[in-house]
């Protein structure tokens, strides 16, 4: 940067720039900030005065940063981190923090149920997004704090802009109408579900990550995935959708009964769903401390990070404890 002032960068200027460079689009970029694209517009050429070098290229097609654009973000970011945690220190009591546990009567639950013992005079508030996908964009837009779920199914550019901690390797299940022909075994192997259809949430954009992880499942195994179909919401509407479809659904061994429906572990090999908590990057809260303490804690205690003899995971998985 050639700029030679000698004043300090505005944080509210900062936050826009980096805003901008996350996003690459000025009118989500205004939106999360809650500002009108006008005012977003003028605080980033402000900036780029005061500091004498042009942050961004902008075309009527796109926005990319410039070489100062990508020299200045991380500067911009730890400036950012250490104004919200001067701020927090002398704000009192931090505000809640938006806990997205997917489903409910999952092992994230147990994590949250810890936190809150860890942290009592924290607020940690539950939500329930169902999907990881679908989380990460409400983390990025500042509706929710953290989540859990598969992070090396995110999409790259997702996954740059969150941190993330392993929790633990989950054994993946079956959900069978309770007449199907296999649901009198104790454990479903793979091969038994050759031919079938199985539901892996096709077409719902909130979780993309789980059926992907369905589809490195199935391959090469004469399983198919079946095609989108309208989400069930509630246990009623779950055996409506069995009854008529009767197709089986992936789930994990901990997912909740169903009406009419067995639950059965897959087996030849052990299917494994890798569950992360993932949260913004540069996100500081002392509920977050105690949601990561309890996700570490129980997860040692209860042999979370063990992979059973047998299992499987998809290839190149990122984010997993051993690479």
Same mark, same amino acid.
């Given at each position: ?18 805003? !901008?460079?996350?996003?690459?689009? +000025?009118? &989500? ?48 970011? &730890? ?10 220190? +002398? ?13 409910? %009567?999952?092992? =994230? ?9 860890? /942290? ?13 996908? @679908? ?28 941190? !993330? ?15 199907? =022909? ?12 050759? @031919?079938?259809?199985?539901? /892996?949430? /096709? ?14 499942? +199935? ?14 919401? %509630?246990? #009623?509407?779950? &055996? ?11 789930? !994990? ?6 009406? #009419? ?25 002392? @509920? ?13 205690? #209860? %042999?979370?990070?063990?992979? =059973?003899? %047998? ?7 990122? @984010?997993?404890?051993?690479?």
């Amino acid at each position: 940067m050639s700029g030679s002032s000698s004043r300090d960068a505005d944080p509210r200027l900062l936050r826009a720039f980096v805003a !901008v460079a996350e996003e690459l689009h +000025f009118t &989500r970029a205004a939106a999360r900030l809650y500002l009108a694209q006008q005012a977003l517009s003028r605080d980033i050429r402000r900036l780029e005065r005061e500091l004498g070098a042009e942050l961004f290229v902008r075309t009527t097609r796109q926005v990319t940063l410039t070489s100062d654009g990508e020299r200045l973000l991380p500067y911009a970011r &730890r400036v950012l981190a250490a104004h919200d945690e001067l701020s927090e220190a +002398f704000r009192g009591a931090p505000r809640p923090l938006l806990v997205d546990l997917n489903s409910p %009567g999952l092992a =994230p639950e147990d994590v949250l149920h810890r936190a809150r013992e860890l /942290a009592p005079e924290q607020e940690l508030m539950a939500r329930y997004e169902s999907g990881l996908t @679908g989380a990460a964009h409400e983390i990025l837009a500042g509706r929710i704090d953290a989540s859990f779920g598969r992070y090396g199914g995110l999409d790259p550019a997702l996954r740059a802009r969150l941190d !993330v901690q392993f929790v633990r390797y989950e054994r993946m299940a079956v959900i069978l109408p309770e007449d199907h =022909p296999l649901a009198g075994l104790p454990e479903v192997p793979l091969s038994g579900l050759a @031919g079938e259809r199985v539901y /892996a949430g /096709a077409g719902n954009d909130r979780t993309p990550e789980w059926t992907d992880l369905a589809v490195r499942l +199935f391959a090469g195994r004469g399983i198919e995935v079946a095609p989108p179909a309208p989400l069930a919401v %509630g246990k #009623e509407e779950f &055996r409506r959708i069995m009854a008529k479809h009767r197709n089986p659904v992936l789930a !994990v061994v901990d997912f909740p009964p169903m009406p #009419e429906c067995v639950l059965r572990p897959l087996v030849d090999p052990v299917p494994l769903s890798p569950v992360s908590l993932v949260w913004r990057k540069g996100l500081r809260h002392p @509920g977050l401390d105690a949601l990561r303490t309890a996700a570490a804690e129980i997860g040692a205690r #209860e %042999g979370w990070h063990t992979r =059973p003899a %047998g299992s499987w995971l998809p290839e190149g998985e990122p @984010g997993l404890p051993d690479g």
